[in-house]
């Protein structure tokens, strides 16, 4: 069995995501905290992962769900938009499904539209694979 933890999750987005091109030529920045106007946009944001165990065996997890927020930051509405279907596709490849989309906030410093989406995957620690929840 194999414990996956947190930072693996971590490390598996930023992965997936890091293969994602928004703008056709340039492969899009992800970062791990809230970007500033020094950063490069568009531009995804990976929150902390939450993990959960679901089901144990002798004091084992041996399944676990996590759930993760990414935000997606650019300079206009409808490319934050299109950024979450893009990242969407991509999460589903790998059983991932989308649970939840905040409302689009526009940060007044940055002036950068922001869109959170949240996604939910099973780790199965026997199989070692991530199995889709739904």
């Keep these: 069995m194999n414990d996956f933890t947190t930072k693996d ?3 598996l987005l930023y992965g997936i995501l890091s293969e994602i091109k928004d703008n056709e030529k340039d492969k899009t920045n ?3 905290q809230t970007p500033t106007t020094e950063s490069k946009y568009p531009c995804r944001m990976i929150n902390t992962p939450l993990e959960s165990v679901v089901k ?3 004091a084992v997890p041996v399944q ?3 759930q993760v927020s990414i935000e997606h930051w650019d300079e206009a ?3 934050s938009m299109e950024m979450v279907n893009k990242t969407e ?3 589903r490849r790998k059983n991932f499904i989308r649970t939840m989309t905040s409302p689009i906030v526009l940060d007044e410093k940055i002036k ?3 869109l959170t989406t ?3 995957v099973r780790y199965n620690t026997i199989t070692n694979s991530l199995e889709f929840i739904r």
């Design 9 to 11: 999750m971590a490390d």
């Design 30 to 32: 992800v970062v791990l």
């Design 56 to 58: 144990t065996e002798r």
């Design 64 to 66: 676990k769900i996590f």
């Design 77 to 79: 509405l409808e490319s």
């Design 89 to 91: 596709e991509a999460l």
């Design 112 to 114: 950068k539209y922001k």
């Design 118 to 120: 949240t996604y939910e």
